[in-house]
């Protein structure tokens, strides 16, 4: 009966030191997940602060463009002024050759 009891002591010591362990284990696994919620947490407000600034970039970008086809345009139009300008200035020049060749004929 002593040697039972010893053997069921043992047992017990045995057990409760794999208890201690145990919940020591769980303890630590809590943490591990706590921590990893924390980090998942903040993982989602670092994606969403991301997404932000991108949405923020692509707006400004799109005025950039916006401006860029503006420029376009208005360099195009002045471009276009100028090929005039010089359409006209060519046929004043050859009125004033012509006006001049008449005159010279005249004169003669």
């Known amino acids: 009966a002593n040697q039972q009891v010893e053997a069921l002591q043992q047992t017990l010591v045995v057990c409760q030191r794999d208890l201690r362990v145990s919940a020591e ?19 989602a407000q670092e994606a969403t602060r991301a997404n932000a600034r991108i949405e923020i970039q692509d707006q400004e970008l799109v005025i950039k463009a916006n401006q860029i086809v503006s420029l376009i345009e208005r360099v195009e139009q002045l471009q276009s002024v100028e090929r005039e300008r010089d359409r006209y200035r060519e046929l004043a020049d050859l009125r004033a050759g012509l006006a001049q060749g008449v005159m010279d004929q005249v004169a003669e």
């Open 25 to 43: 284990e769980l303890k630590n696994k809590r943490i591990m997940v706590a921590d990893a919620f924390k980090e998942k947490s903040r993982a």
